[in-house]
Structure formats: C-alpha cells, structure tokens
C-alpha cells in the first residue's frame, strides 16, 4: 500500500510532533550529565547494548514479515517496501569495522564493549542461553540482566509477536532514531582525547549512527512506515500510541542506567584531600 508523499509528510509530522516532548525528555536525560569517565560509560553500555541487539531483532522481524526468508521463494507484498527493509538491514547486519571488515553493528558494539573494559558476559550469557532455549524470561534470570533492561526487550518481543508490521516499522522508526544527543557524542571525544585506546571503537559506533542510521537509514524507515500505513487512519494512530510506549521504555532503560550509575559512584571511596 503506497501513499502520496503529500499525504505521507503530513502524517509523519503528526507523529513528530506528538512524540517530540517525550523525544526531548530522552535526549536530555539526566544519564549523559553523570558519565565523567570509563567506569561511568561502561555501565551505560551494559544497558544500551540490550536496546542495540533488540534494534537488531526488530529489524529481522520487518524483513520475515516483508519479505520471503524462506524455501520455496514466493513474492510476498509490495516490492517497493521489501527494497526498503532489505537496504536497511544489509547496513544494519553487514557494515563495515574501522579497517574495512564486514560486521553488524551490535558486532561492533561488543568490540567497543571489549575494548572499554565493559563486562560483556553478562550480555553474551544471555544471547548463549536465549539461543539454546528461546526462552527470554529464563535468559534474563540466568544472565542476571537489570530489570529496566528486560522490560525494555519484553516491550519489543512482545510487538513482534503481535505482528503488527505497521507497528512494528513505526517503533523502528520513531522509537529509535536520533536519540543520542550532542553532548554525549561530545562527552565520548573528551574521553576519546584522554583514552583513544579505549573508546576509538565506540566513537566510530557513534559516528557510523549517525552516518548510516540518521540519515539513509531514516529516510527508508520513514517510506516503510508510510507505506505499511497507508491512507488509514486507524493504523496511523496505533503506530503513534506504541511509539510514545516504546519511548517510556527507553526513558526507563537510561533511568536504570542512571540508577547504576549513582550506585557505582556512591560505593566508591571519596578522594583523600590531605594528600
């Protein structure tokens, strides 16, 4: 189902505008003023990985629903939309490292994990578990992931069971774009300045967001989005109602990370001032 671009600009703005607050109250969290160092980041990305990885997921749900991934092939809906979510994740799953090797992005997040210092087994158990079981509720448990954090993964498993596409492109559209702000990326190349052995691969992971996923990227899922929509009022609302749930979530993954975060800093020990 196509819509006119008229029509399409028209709607998106609706959405834009509705959700702009709640955009507003991601992008100036109170998370990015409290990260001063390593210890303070690698806490935000054991929380932030989980919202990459199920990027990832939602991503792949789009392309089993849009499109054939199975044997026999048979044309499956529109074929503009399946050029749309299949440029996409040709980005998403196989986009280039720092020396021009192919990877996904949330591959090159773990190694930005790595090369910080931030503890990535509990992530990594997780993804093992979950892929021996399937079983989301038992994975958490057994890796031990924060709470914020699963509700976060709960809230997109459970709009990709409900196999809503509409839905499903709105939140990967709307609920995931552009909602890193300009002073964490500012915060990430002072320490970058102190620490390029550490942080070069999480400022490239910056960099290409903004490249791939801020731009072209964007511009694709907004079309999908359309298109999935359509002319249809109904299904316009209810990409907008889950969109400002999906940003909650969001909002209350970076209060998890922010509660960590106080936690760290007030278990250690104050700086001796007689020295």
């Given at each position: ?23 507003q109250r991601i ?57 749309l979510i299949n ?48 079983e989301l509720k ?138």
């Open positions: 189902m196509l819509i006119n671009q008229k029509k399409m600009d028209s709607r998106i703005k609706e959405i834009q505008h509705t959700i702009e607050p709640f955009r992008i100036s969290h109170k998370v990015y003023s409290i990260i001063n160092d390593l210890n303070d980041l690698n806490i935000f990305m054991k929380y932030h990985v989980y919202a990459v990885w199920d990027f990832m997921s939602l991503l792949k749900a789009l392309q089993n629903s849009l499109t054939c991934t199975s044997t026999p092939w048979f044309p499956i809906g529109s074929a503009d939309t399946r050029y440029e996409i994740v040709l980005g998403e799953e196989s986009d280039v490292d720092m020396q021009g090797n192919r990877c996904s992005h949330f591959e090159l997040y773990l190694r930005a994990m790595d090369q910080s210092g931030a503890d990535t087994y509990e992530i990594k158990s997780f993804l093992a578990q979950l892929q021996q079981t399937g038992g994975s958490f448990r057994f890796a031990g992931t924060p709470q914020k954090a699963q509700q976060f993964v709960d809230y997109t498993f459970e709009q990709i069971s409900a196999g809503k596409d509409h839905i499903l492109s709105a939140i990967f559209t709307f609920g995931r774009e552009d909602l890193i702000p300009g002073m964490f990326h500012s915060i990430v190349n002072d320490l970058h300045r102190h620490s390029p052995e550490r942080v070069s691969i999480f400022k490239y992971y910056l960099e290409r967001h903004i490249e791939v996923d801020g731009d072209h990227h964007s511009q694709l899922a907004l079309q999908m989005t359309a298109n999935l929509c359509g002319d249809t009022a109904d299904l316009w609302m209810q990409a907008e109602s889950e969109v400002l749930a999906s940003l909650h979530k969001r909002i209350d993954l970076w209060d998890g990370a922010y509660e960590q975060i106080i936690a760290f800093k007030q278990d250690q020990p104050l700086p001796d001032r007689t020295r």
